[in-house]
């Protein structure tokens, strides 16, 4: 990810804190908390190619970015997995048919 595409993805977040930007690898670029339906939530920090999760079903898991259209995507290698962002929201879909399991997910709900 280059740093305009990093500026774009903090601008995205709206609610997400900027943390050192002069730093390389695994430097955070930003963290986001999202509110899910259902009193679910998702810890977010973003680095340049992966996201690290923690979800409060007790889960933490690092997914790298994959291929999108629009907004962020990232997912582990089979796609069981696959953490959405677009802006100031996400959900996350589970298993081979892709069930929503995290969903209606916004900073600062």
């Given amino acids: 990810m280059n740093i305009r595409s990093r500026y774009a993805l903090l601008a995205a977040l709206g609610g997400a804190m900027l943390l050192p930007s002069h730093a390389m690898g695994e430097t955070p670029v930003a963290t986001a908390v999202f509110k899910c339906d259902g009193g679910k939530t998702i810890d977010a920090t973003f680095y ?5 999760l923690k979800l409060s079903d007790g889960r933490s898991l690092k997914v790298p970015q994959a291929m999108s259209a629009s907004g962020a995507r990232y997912a582990n290698k089979d796609e069981t997995f696959v953490f959405w962002n677009k802006g100031d929201t996400a959900f996350v879909t589970e298993g081979k048919d892709g069930k929503e ?3 209606g997910c916004v900073t600062g709900k």
């Fill in 101 to 103: 399991t995290f969903s």
């Fill in 48 to 52: 340049a190619d992966s996201v690290d």
